[in-house]
């Protein structure tokens, strides 16, 4: 088991979703919007206004400009540096991002930029879940450890945490001196000490999802709805509740170890 300090980090798309992580007890945020599209760079406004609320509670801001992929257009990536500069002014404490190039391999012009970007701020370089979509991760993971990035955040190469738990012990086993492993994806209360344990490692990413109705959603023939038929004027949201749970286990599990 990796020594240190046992973190739950809650996955946020909005204000409201970071003020909830903060009154149930996260320590650490990953600030998104549109998390109906894997999470993109979320608003200055929004950041700001976390950061002037919740001082304490570090902020790791996506810069992600688009959904889909992470093989980036030039004119994507220059919007990514802009917004990495200008996140990372206004408070973030620090930066998730991922290039890969069209055949899948890491971006390696483009993700030293980035890194040396947030390095000068003196902040965290973290490499999100492009990670699981490399072709060849243990190469990838090298060459991360060599660029200078703080953290990666993985499923072990599978849909979610729980099916990759193999994968992210030998990430750990093998890497894990060198580079934070953060696992996330369909991580919660009842699974996050088990992933922990098995896995040797000390951080999961959540989302503690719970779901709001807006009643304005679909009307007539005209649906904006982003869920299931069954949860057709809902959308998503952090539940203060789960999150409170959440870091209570995995603080409990870490006081154990």
Known sequence: MRKGNY???ICCGSFYDAKQAALGGAER???NSGLMLGGLTPTLSTLCLVKEQFPELKV??????RGAGFCYEEEDFLVMER???SLLRHGADGIAFGCLREDASLDWERNRRLTEIIRDYGREAV?????DCAEDPLKTMEQLIFMGVNRVLTSGLKPTAPEGIEQIGELQKRFGDNIE????SGVNAANACELMEKAGICQVH??????????TTVRGNVSYSIASRERECQYDVVSRERVRELVERVADFGRKQ
Do not use: Q, Y
């Not at 492993?181 to 996330?184: K, N, T």
């Not at 989302?207 to 709001?212: L, P, R």
């Open 7 to 9: 973190v739950a980090e």
């Open 29 to 31: 945020i990953e600030l």
């Open 60 to 65: 790791i801001a996506m810069v992600r400009p």
């Open 83 to 85: 917004e990495c500069e």
């Open 127 to 131: 490499f999100h879940r492009a990670f």
């Open 181 to 184: 492993i953060l696992a996330g």
């Open 206 to 215: 959540s989302s503690c999802k719970a779901w709001h109705t807006d009643p």
